[in-house]
């Protein structure tokens, strides 16, 4: 869980959040569950937060069923497809769910 002060000094990066989502097209849905995944998987490496945020608007959409291609996402973000596969299990199993079986 995150506290209110993570919120207001991550400002910026959920600015940037909404964003990206703006450009994906996103439900309000998969925007709200975008900023609690991401910042209840901050990292402390200031480099590594764009990664996450990423990861955390990939997941969003998966389990908002507001789903999003991979390159999508690392391209409203400004990351690469790579960045967004291999950070989208780990922030899906701290929620508490299941990766999918394709």
Not at 17 to 30: F, K, P, T, V, W
Not at 62 to 67: A, F, P, Q, V, Y
């Amino acid at each position: 869980m995150y506290s209110a002060r993570d919120q207001v000094a991550n400002q910026a990066w959920l600015d940037e959040l909404e964003s990206a989502a703006d450009s994906l097209d996103m439900s309000s849905g998969a925007r709200s569950r975008a900023g609690d995944l991401f910042l209840s998987n901050l990292p402390d490496d200031e480099r590594s937060k764009r990664a996450v945020l990423a990861a955390s608007l990939y997941v969003a959409g998966l389990t908002e069923g507001d789903r999003r291609s991979q390159a999508a996402v690392a391209d409203a973000v400004g990351v690469t497809r790579l960045t967004v596969q291999q950070r989208w299990k780990p922030i899906l199993e701290s929620a508490g769910l299941d990766a999918p079986e394709w």
